[in-house]
């Protein structure tokens, strides 16, 4: 990628998102979309998107996989990990935990600090689409509370009362995406079908094994058109450079239905950079 001011960076919003604080890393214009789809289908030839796609409690985002399945021509480029951190944020017109009558925030995030809210004796939650969301719905009402990021309680005006308040630690993993195939990097990612007979799924993975290649992640998703068949997702060490890699991509290929590369990429860390393309 040669984009070192890319036209838009499109994230999973609404602003104050989680996302949002990722695509912030990035140069250019950030425009925030309702939906992981919304993502894909916004990104042109001068874009990129920021969208999640596997979290550490949570498992694989489903859309997310379905949306690298179904764009044959947008790529990963880079993944960022990034720590998320929960705060309990209240409106202005709360001065102590006693007075909050109303907790918002996304159904993941009530879960992941049920105990320590109940400690506090912190029960009356409302599940929302985002944490994002809950800020925003926070500082409209008064003796309200949400569970969300420092980065969002500051957007909306919050006063934060305690942070890291999850019960686990939990990180995320965001990729960015693009409509450019990367080779470099120290991962690849590839997507495939394979014929629905005994070792089809044997014969693929045998491929990287005998070429010295590491599997990192394997995860298997419903195809939307076949019912019972499915595509599976797969991360291994390497490059599309390398040539154990390619030795082996060419073997699978003759043990696949279909086979989309989705590029190698490697990791950017979670600070302030410029998008370097």
């Known amino acids: 990628m040669n984009n070192n001011d890319p036209d838009g960076i499109y994230y999973l919003g609404p602003v104050g998102s989680f996302s949002n604080e990722v695509a912030d890393i990035f140069q250019g214009e950030k425009i925030p979309k309702k939906s992981i789809t919304e993502v894909f289908n916004s990104i042109n030839e001068n874009s990129i998107g920021v969208v999640p796609i596997e979290n550490s ?20 480029n880079y993944e960022i990990e990034k720590e998320i951190k929960l705060v309990l944020a209240v409106n202005p017109s709360v001065n102590s935990v006693d007075e909050i009558e109303v907790i918002y925030s996304h ?3 009530i879960n992941e600090a049920r105990e320590s809210l109940s400690k506090l004796n912190l029960t009356n939650f409302v599940p929302v ?4 969301t809950a800020a925003l719905y926070a500082s409209r009402q008064k003796y309200s509370a949400a569970l969300c990021s420092e980065y969002a309680a500051k957007l909306y005006g919050l006063k934060i009362l305690y942070r890291d308040i999850s019960d686990s630690i939990n990180i995320t993993r965001f990729i960015v995406i693009s409509r450019k195939m990367t080779l470099d990097g120290n991962k690849t990612m590839i997507m495939f079908t394979i014929p ?5 799924l044997y014969k693929v993975l045998e491929k990287f094994y005998r070429n010295n290649i590491n599997l990192t992640m394997i995860y298997s998703r419903p195809l939307k058109s076949i019912p019972w068949q499915y595509y599976f997702y797969l991360e291994f060490e390497g490059s599309l450079k390398d040539e154990n890699v390619k030795q082996a991509l060419e073997e699978v290929r003759n043990e696949v239905n279909i086979l989309r590369i989705k590029g190698s990429f490697s990791k950017l860390q979670y600070q302030a950079l410029s998008f370097q393309g």
């Open 57 to 76: 409690i949570e498992g694989p985002v489903h859309e997310t996989l379905d949306n690298l399945f179904k764009n044959e021509n947008i790529y990963v």
């Open 129 to 132: 689409e985002s944490t994002s």
């Open 196 to 200: 629905h007979k005994p070792g089809s």
């Open 107 to 109: 159904p993941h995030a």
